[in-house]
């Protein structure tokens, strides 16, 4: 699930889905930038089923939280280097 253990790239919080596999917030380094990032895994499935990254990527922007709602929308909250929030829903 990418650099495990590292304080930026996380992953920062995992949240289980209805359609049987984890959702898990983190970020990736991208060229010079951090960037906001949604992965879902299916179990002894070790390349993820999908992967959310938000088209600007301009600066830091780490996921910290994921939320799984009761028909597969996935929302997930993190912040940006300047401090504000990053929110994004995917799916449902």
Known sequence: ???????????????????????????????????????????????????FIPGDKQGVQIALAVAVGPLGEVYAGGISATSHSVFAVCGG
């Open 1 to 51: 699930m990418g650099p495990l253990g590292s304080a930026w790239f996380g992953p920062h919080d995992i949240a289980w889905s209805p359609a049987g596999y984890a959702v898990v917030a983190l970020a990736e380094l991208q060229g010079q930038s951090i960037v906001f990032k949604v992965q879902a895994f299916a179990p002894n499935i070790y390349a993820p089923l999908w992967t």
